[in-house]
C-alpha cells in the first residue's frame, strides 16, 4: 500500500502573526516557515505504519510556492520516499487542493491519504473531508490511533465528547489529531540523504485544476485588543472582586 | 434567501451550538432545519420550537445514528437544491460533514463564521484568532459553519416550526461506528458553562489536577476545561482542551490556573467576559490578556481561594 501525505508550509506555531497596516493580509515577509504542525504528525504516522510493514511507499505533496519544496525535504529526511511540489505563488483554497489531491490519488492510487486535521493558517479544517467526498471515500477526521485491519481501517477521534471509534473500507482518507503521535525529528544523516531523495515538480494545469479562489478576501484586519487588566495582591482582594461579580457571596 | 440548519441533537434534545447557527441563518434569511438520526422524533419536536425556524426536515433512518459524513452528507446535498445556504455548527461532528457537503456541491467552504457582514460576506478568524478576514463568496450557493461564541443562542420555546419526515437517502457502505468513550461529566458542559475554571501543565499530574482544579470549579459550579500540555499529560481527556484546535468558549469568567497563555490557547478563550490568571511568573503572556492577574504559587493560591469562596 502506498500513503500520501499532503504536507503545507505555514507560518512557524511559535511565531505571533502580524496583520500588515494596510489590511490586505498577515505579514509573512521574514517570518520563520515551517511545516504545518498537525502535518508533522501526519508524517510521522505514515511513517509508522511503513515500519510496521502495514504501508510500502511514503509520498509527501505540497501545492504552494517553490520554497515549499523545504518542506517536502523535511518530510523526506523524516522518512517519507518521495515528493511532489505543485508549484504555485497563488494561495490555494481547500477545495482546488482538493481536487489536486484527488487527480494525484488517480495517479498513484494510495490505499491511505493523511492529512493534517487544520492548517493553522487559514486555520480551514477542510481539505481532508472534501478530498474524501471527490474520491467518494470514507473519512477518518481528527484521527488520534490508527489501526490498519486488513481490508480496513480503525480511526479513534477526537470529539466534542470524548473519542469515538469507526471503521472504515480502505482506501480510505484520515485527518490527524494532537495525540496521534508525537513526531520524530529527523537526523541529520537523513537530512542530508534527503536531499537525494526524489522531489518532481508539476502546476495545477498538469492536473487540469482550476485554483482560482471561490472566496474573495475583503479585509483582514487584527482582533480587537483586551484593554489592560489588573494584579490583585492576595486571594482576599480577588475573593472581593468574585464578590463584585456576583459569583461569591 | 433560504437556508438550512443541520442540527446537531442527541435524538431528544437539541445541543446548544445549533441555536447560534441558527441565529447566523436567520440573518440571512428565512430558516428550515433538518435532523438527521434515528429515533430523532424527540429532537425534531423540540427543534421546530426553536423561535424563527419554518419546517423542520426529520430524516429518520439507522444510517444517521452516528451522524457518519459519508451517509449524512448525500442527504444534506439532495436537501440543499431547495436552499440558498447551509449552516452546521462549528462542533466536531459539523466540522466533519459540512466540508464533505461543500465539496459535493463544487462551493468553498466558510468556516468558523463570526459574524454576517452581508449575503455574502462574513467575518472569520484566521492565524488563531490573531487577524479577522472578512470573505465575500463568489459561490452560487453557501456552505457555512458557525462559530457558537459568535452569536446569540436562538430560543428554545415559543416557535411554531411544522416537522416533515424526508425520504433517506441510504448507508454510502463506506463506513461503520464502532464505538464510543464519552466522558461521563456531572458539571456543566465547556462550551455552554458561565464559569470555567482551566488548569495547565503546573497541575503536575491527574491526581493534583483533581485535587486542585475540581474543588475550585465545584465552589464556582463551573466547567472545567484544560490547556494541550495538561490533555497531553494525561491530567484530563482530550475533550477538555481550550484553544485553536480545541474547544472555543467565551464564558462570563474564565479562571486560568498554571497556563502560560500561548497563542493557541489565547485563540479558544480570549473572547471570555472576565480573565483571571493565576500564575507564579508575572511575565507570563496570559497576563496580557488577563483583566485580574494573582501572581504566586497555585498550590497555596488555589486551595486558599476554594476555602474563602
Ligand atoms: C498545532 C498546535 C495546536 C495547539 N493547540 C492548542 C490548543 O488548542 N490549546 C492549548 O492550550 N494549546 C495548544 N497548543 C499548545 C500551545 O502551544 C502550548 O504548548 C500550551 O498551551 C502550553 O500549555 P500550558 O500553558 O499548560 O503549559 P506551559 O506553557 O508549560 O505553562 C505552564 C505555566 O504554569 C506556570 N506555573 C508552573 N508552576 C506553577 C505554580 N506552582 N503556580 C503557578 N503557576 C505555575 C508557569 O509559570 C507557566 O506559565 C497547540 C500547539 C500546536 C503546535
Ligand atoms: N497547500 C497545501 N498543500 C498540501 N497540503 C495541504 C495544503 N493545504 C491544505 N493541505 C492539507 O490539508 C490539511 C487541512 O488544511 P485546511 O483544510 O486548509 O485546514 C493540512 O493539514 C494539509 O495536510
Same mark, same amino acid.
Given at each position: 500500500m502506498k500513503i500520501l501525505v499532503p504536507v503545507k508550509r505555514v507560518i512557524d506555531y511559535n511565531v505571533k502573526p502580524r496583520v500588515k497596516a494596510d489590511g490586505t493580509g498577515v505579514d509573512l515577509s521574514n517570518v520563520k516557515m515551517s511545516m504545518n504542525p498537525f502535518d508533522e504528525i501526519a508524517v510521522e504516522e505514515a511513517i509508522r505504519l511503513?515500519?510496521? *510493514?502495514?504501508?510500502?511507499?511514503?509520498?509527501?505533496?505540497?501545492?504552494?510556492?517553490?520554497?515549499? !519544496?523545504?518542506?517536502?525535504?523535511?518530510? %523526506?529526511?523524516? *522518512?517519507a520516499d518521495r515528493a511532489i511540489l505543485v508549484?504555485?505563488?497563488a494561495e490555494v483554497e481547500p477545495l482546488a487542493v482538493a481536487k489536486i489531491l484527488k487527480a494525484v490519488v488517480a495517479e498513484?492510487? =494510495?490505499?491511505?491519504?493523511?492529512? $493534517?486535521?487544520q492548517a493553522i493558517d487559514d486555520d480551514s479544517n477542510q481539505t481532508g473531508q472534501m478530498l474524501a467526498a471527490l474520491l467518494g471515500r470514507p473519512q477518518g477526521t481528527f484521527a488520534s490511533k490508527v489501526e490498519i485491519e486488513g481490508d480496513s481501517v480503525s480511526v479513534t477521534r477526537e470529539v466534542d465528547g470524548g473519542l469515538e471509534t469507526v471503521k472504515l473500507t480502505l482506501p480510505a482518507i484520515v485527518t490527524t489529531d494532537l495525540r496521534l503521535n508525537e513526531p520524530r525529528y529527523a537526523s541529520l544523516p537523513n537530512i542530508m540523504k534527503a536531499k537525494k531523495k526524489p522531489l518532481d515538480t508539476k502546476s495545477a494545469a498538469d492536473y487540469g485544476v482550476d485554483i482560482a479562489p471561490r472566496l474573495k478576501t475583503l479585509t483582514v484586519k487584527e482582533p480587537?485588543?483586551?484593554?489592560?487588566?489588573?494584579?490583585? =495582591? &492576595?486571594? &482576599?482582594? %480577588?475573593?472581593?472582586?468574585l464578590k463584585d461579580m456576583g459569583v461569591a457571596n | 434567501m433560504k437556508t438550512l440548519v443541520w442540527v446537531e441533537h442527541d435524538n431528544a434534545s437539541v445541543k446548544d451550538a445549533t441555536l447560534a447557527a441558527v441565529t447566523a441563518a436567520a440573518k440571512l434569511g428565512d430558516v428550515d432545519l433538518l435532523v438527521a438520526g434515528q429515533g430523532a422524533q424527540g429532537a425534531a419536536d423540540a427543534a421546530a420550537q426553536i423561535v424563527g425556524v419554518g419546517k423542520v426536515l426529520l430524516a429518520d433512518d439507522? @444510517?444517521? $445514528?452516528?451522524?457518519? @459524513?459519508?451517509?449524512? @452528507? =448525500?442527504?444534506?446535498?439532495g436537501l440543499a437544491e431547495g436552499y440558498d445556504a447551509v449552516l452546521f455548527p462549528a462542533t466536531t461532528t459539523g466540522k466533519n460533514v459540512a466540508p464533505r457537503v461543500a465539496a459535493? %456541491? &463544487?462551493?468553498? !467552504?466558510?468556516? &468558523?463564521? %463570526?459574524?454576517?457582514e452581508g449575503p455574502k460576506t462574513f467575518t472569520r478568524p484566521i492565524y488563531a484568532g490573531n487577524a479577522i478576514a472578512t470573505v465575500e463568496s463568489s459561490d452560487a450557493k453557501l456552505v457555512i459553519t458557525v462559530r457558537g461564541t459568535a452569536f446569540e443562542k436562538a430560543a428554545t420555546s415559543g416557535g411554531s416550526g411544522s416537522v416533515e419526515a424526508v425520504s433517506a437517502t441510504g448507508d454510502a457502505g463506506l463506513s461503520s461506528f464502532v464505538g464510543a468513550e464519552l466522558a461521563k461529566n456531572e458539571r456543566p458542559e465547556l462550551t455552554s458553562?458561565?464559569?470555567i475554571v482551566s488548569g495547565g501543565r503546573a497541575l503536575k499530574d491527574a491526581d493534583t489536577f483533581q485535587k486542585t482544579i475540581f474543588p475550585l470549579a465545584d465552589k464556582l459550579h463551573a466547567a472545567v476545561g484544560a490547556s494541550r500540555a495538561a490533555v497531553d499529560a494525561g491530567f484530563? =481527556?482530550?475533550?477538555? !482542551?481550550?484553544?485553536?484546535? *480545541?474547544?472555543?468558549? @467565551?464564558?462570563?469568567?474564565?479562571i486560568a490556573v498554571g497556563i502560560s497563555g500561548a497563542i493557541q490557547h489565547l485563540a479558544g478563550m480570549k473572547d471570555s467576559k472576565t480573565i483571571i490568571a493565576i500564575n507564579k511568573d508575572e511575565d507570563a503572556p496570559i497576563f496580557q490578556v488577563a483583566d485580574i492577574g494573582l501572581v504566586g504559587d497555585l498550590f497555596t493560591l488555589v486551595p486558599e481561594l476554594t476555602s474563602k469562596l
Open positions: 511503513k515500519e510496521k *510493514g502495514a504501508a510500502e511507499e511514503i509520498i509527501a505533496i505540497s501545492v504552494g510556492p517553490a520554497k515549499a !519544496q523545504e518542506t517536502l525535504r523535511t518530510a %523526506l529526511a523524516m *522518512g508549484e504555485t505563488d498513484e492510487n =494510495p490505499g491511505l491519504v493523511i492529512l $493534517g486535521k480587537p485588543v483586551r484593554s489592560a487588566g489588573i494584579k490583585v =495582591p &492576595d486571594v &482576599d482582594t %480577588l475573593v472581593n472582586k | 439507522a @444510517a444517521y $445514528g452516528h451522524a457518519l @459524513a459519508e451517509n449524512v @452528507a =448525500p442527504l444534506i446535498v459535493l %456541491l &463544487d462551493v468553498a !467552504q466558510i468556516s &468558523d463564521i %463570526l459574524s454576517v458553562a458561565k464559569i484530563v =481527556p482530550n475533550d477538555y !482542551q481550550v484553544g485553536q484546535t *480545541g474547544k472555543i468558549v @467565551a464564558p462570563e469568567i474564565y
